[in-house]
């Protein structure tokens, strides 16, 4: 059965816990799907991870929409979910032109935005469009010289109390779910009580409704360094270095391929007859 944002709202309400995973083309997408994950987003994560930037800052909106196309083919039953890029939404126009974009051209059944009180006219223009919004708090990676850095958000009243105002905000605004990153298990849980839309959470503990992770970090496959709310379930970057450095000893040795197993045949006469 297809997930959809009313799915995912009524998932919360009969209090079960929604899994997601990001993917960005159409292999990886048909994997997941198949898994039985309950939405794939086609997140700006996709500037680090695909096209190897250092940040998500330089992500465009043909970036967004040539990946999500790919995944919106491989997705059967995840719901997908795909990010606005930074920039993207400044302004309210701004918002619902690059919003329609994302559904039109690359298939998004939803959009997601980093914000909150700030972006409450831009999640309600967009939702008054009849396209669904997920918000995203906490640590936004969009906001990483804002921050000054990768760092956990909410550890103290001030910064607390201004993501509690935002969850609010965003609920009011028309938001389906919200993703919760890099803030204290406490914070994440009294804004999971609070709110009655579906808190998605990657660091944020597991008092939210779901959880989201980028799925190179789930299989270890980018970067040397884990992150402390990830955990590895396979280690794929591991498998895949071995598998290609035999391959290449293989054909320097001269033990791959094998004509036998791996070649195609012809008559000998024809070589004869070739001029
Ligand atoms: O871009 C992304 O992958 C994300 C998730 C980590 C929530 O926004
Ligand atoms: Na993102």
């Given amino acids: 059965m297809k997930n959809t944002a009313v799915t995912f709202r009524a998932a919360k309400a009969k209090g079960e816990k929604l899994s997601m995973l990001t993917a960005y083309d159409y292999t990886t997408a048909k994997l997941v799907d198949e898994s039985g994950i309950d939405g794939i987003l086609v997140g700006d994560s996709l500037g680090m991870v695909m096209l190897g930037y250092d940040s998500t800052l330089p992500v465009t909106m043909e970036d967004m929409i040539h990946h999500a196309k790919c995944v919106t083919r491989g997705a059967k039953n995840a719901l997908v979910v795909v990010d606005l890029p930074f920039m993207a939404y400044h302004t309210v126009d701004q918002a619902v032109e ?5 559904v039109k051209e690359g298939g998004a059944q939803a959009v997601k935005l980093e914000g909150g009180v700030a972006f409450h006219d ?77 808190t998605i959470g990657i660091g944020a503990g597991d008092v939210t409704d779901g959880q989201i992770l ?14 402390k709310f990830v955990r590895h379930y396979a280690e794929i970057g591991a498998q895949m270095r071995d598998a290609f450095a035999r391959y290449s000893a293989d054909v320097k040795s001269g033990a791959f391929p094998d004509n036998d197993r791996e070649g195609f045949k012809m008559d000998e006469s024809i070589l004869s007859e070739l001029h």
């Fill in 98 to 102: 690059n919003a329609g974009r994302l």
């Fill in 214 to 227: 980028v799925y190179q970090d789930l299989l270890n496959m980018y970067g040397e360094m884990k992150p």
């Fill in 122 to 198: 831009q999640i309600k223009a967009i939702v008054t469009a009849s396209i669904p919004v997920m918000a995203h708090l906490g640590l936004t990676p969009q906001s990483v010289n804002a921050f000054g850095g990768f760092k956990v958000q909410g550890k103290n009243i001030k910064t607390a109390q201004q993501i509690l105002d935002d969850a609010r905000a965003i609920e009011d605004a028309g938001a389906f779910a919200v993703v919760l990153e890099g803030v204290p298990t406490l914070l994440a849980k009294k804004i999971t009580e609070e709110l009655s839309i579906p």
